[in-house]
């Protein structure tokens, strides 16, 4: 199956999206089973107190708290607008940002780091310029701090539909940063499984999008694989992807062929593999990667392979390299629930 498809359905009726492309699942939203806060709700909160030795405060949420790690110039008491940034692990605080993003399909809100921005991915020169001069007439009358971001998705679109996308992202926000009175509140739902699919998943424009297609396109099998720690690679190989209460811990395996071209070969697909397989996977924290045993000298391919495939990611990671037993360690951030708790968690 070639292009790329949006199959938006359900899993123990929860809603969920796959992105499919070119017969590969490329990403997976699924909603959690119970009221757990979403990341993207924005809310009103209450600074509490400061937490020694880690540079943040605790917040006060409605039935909960919240972790804050920019803390300069608050003081407990003082009720402040944040934003959940992941997801939120038992036992722990939520983590939230005081600097907001109100995205829509085509436009993004950025109170606090005012100008405009037209995204890079549109290069015709006519149409940067169109959008300009759209998003400078959308965005008069928004407070002065308050930027925008105009999503690649945009390019092409009716011009009226996208002024009427800025200027509901723009009084939503000016609204939502004024309301100071009161306690702490929820003010924005995050996005659910479909809404997110349909925002964020609009650049490039998808080929097909399809209500209830994850039996015709076989996204139950290729989550199932998911849940399984083996992967396989191209030429024989395979690489276990198996997760600990400290730690990632990936094993590459060249298979019957263990000659260094095998080796490299297998090296190189699981390295390219390894940010899709972990995001689906809902996988983070400190990640240890034990490739088949190759020359030093090849040590310095993988490097490449490593960090242009994690930079095409977009995620936040950090690739610590090589270890003195020749392992290669990064840490990559969790941006969602495990896959495996969070379908345990709607069995």
Same mark, same amino acid.
């Given at each position: 199956?070639?292009?790329?498809?949006?199959?938006?359905d359900?899993?123990g !009726?929860?809603?969920?999206a796959?992105?499919?492309?070119?017969?590969r699942?490329?990403?997976l939203?699924? $909603?959690p089973?119970?009221d757990?806060?979403?990341?993207?709700a924005i809310?009103r909160?209450?600074?509490?107190r400061?937490?020694?030795?880690?540079? !943040?405060?605790?917040?006060?949420l409605?039935g909960?708290?919240g972790?804050?790690?920019?803390?300069?110039?608050?003081?407990p008491?003082?009720?402040?607008?944040?934003?959940?940034t992941? #997801?939120?692990e038992?036992?722990?605080a939520?983590?939230?940002?005081?600097r907001?993003?109100?995205?829509?399909?085509?436009?993004?809100?950025? #109170?606090?780091?005012p100008?405009? /921005?037209i995204s890079?991915?549109?290069r015709?020169?006519?149409?940067?310029?169109?959008?300009?001069a759209?998003?400078?007439?959308?965005m008069a009358?928004?407070p002065?701090?308050?930027g925008?971001i105009?999503?690649?998705?945009?390019?092409?679109? $009716?011009?009226?539909? %996208?002024?009427?996308?800025i200027?509901?992202?723009?009084?939503?926000a000016?609204a939502?940063?004024a309301?100071?009175?009161g306690g702490p509140?929820?003010l924005?739902?995050? #996005?659910?499984?479909h809404?997110?699919?349909w925002r964020?998943?609009a650049e490039p424009?998808?080929d097909?999008?399809?209500?209830g297609?994850? $039996?015709?396109?076989?996204?139950?099998e &290729?989550? $199932?694989?998911?849940l399984a720690?083996?992967?396989?690679?191209?030429?024989?190989?395979?690489m276990?992807?198996e997760?600990?209460?400290?730690?990632?811990?990936?094993d590459v395996?060249?298979?019957?062929?263990?000659?260094?071209?095998?080796?490299?070969?297998a /090296?190189?697909?699981a390295?390219?593999d390894?940010?899709?397989?972990l995001r689906?996977r !809902?996988?983070?924290g400190?990640?240890?990667?034990?490739?088949?045993? %190759?020359?030093?000298?090849?040590r310095?391919t993988?490097?490449?392979? &490593?960090?242009?495939?994690?930079?095409?990611e977009?995620?936040?990671?950090?690739l610590?390299?090589?270890?003195?037993? !020749?392992?290669?360690?990064?840490?990559?951030?969790?941006?969602?629930?495990?896959?495996?708790?969070?379908?345990?968690?709607?069995?």
């Open positions: 199956m070639k292009g790329r498809v949006i199959c938006l359900q899993i !009726g929860r809603d969920a796959a992105l499919i492309v070119d017969g699942l490329e990403d939203l699924i $909603d089973a119970g757990e806060v979403l990341p993207g809310y909160a209450v600074a509490d400061p937490v020694k030795g880690q540079g !943040g405060m605790f917040v006060k409605p909960g708290s972790f804050l790690r920019q803390v300069s110039g608050l003081a008491g003082q009720r402040i607008i944040v934003q959940v992941g #997801p939120t038992p036992g722990k939520v983590p939230v940002t005081v907001l993003l109100f995205k829509s399909r085509w436009a993004i809100v950025t #109170p606090g780091a100008g405009i /921005n890079r991915r549109i015709d020169e006519a149409a940067r310029a169109d959008l300009q759209l998003a400078e007439e959308a009358g928004a002065a701090d308050h925008l105009l999503r690649s998705a945009a390019e092409g679109e $009716d011009e009226a539909a %996208v002024a009427e996308d200027l509901a992202m723009k009084e939503m000016a939502v940063v309301d100071l009175a509140e929820l924005v739902d995050g #996005p659910g499984a809404e997110a699919a964020d998943w424009a998808a097909e999008v399809i209500e297609g994850f $039996d015709d396109h076989g996204v139950r &290729m989550i $199932d694989a998911l720690p083996r992967v396989d690679l191209p030429g024989g190989g395979h276990m992807v997760p600990t209460r400290a730690l990632v811990a990936v395996n060249t298979g019957p062929d263990t000659s260094p071209a095998a080796a490299l070969k /090296n190189i697909a390295a390219r390894l940010p899709r397989q689906l !809902g996988l983070g400190q990640v240890v990667v034990d490739f088949a045993p %190759v020359p030093k000298k090849d310095g993988l490097d490449q392979v &490593m960090k242009a495939a994690f930079r095409a977009g995620g936040e990671s950090h610590a390299g090589w270890t003195a037993l !020749g392992l290669y360690e990064m840490t990559r951030k969790r941006d969602r629930l495990p896959l495996a708790a969070l379908l345990e968690a709607g069995a």
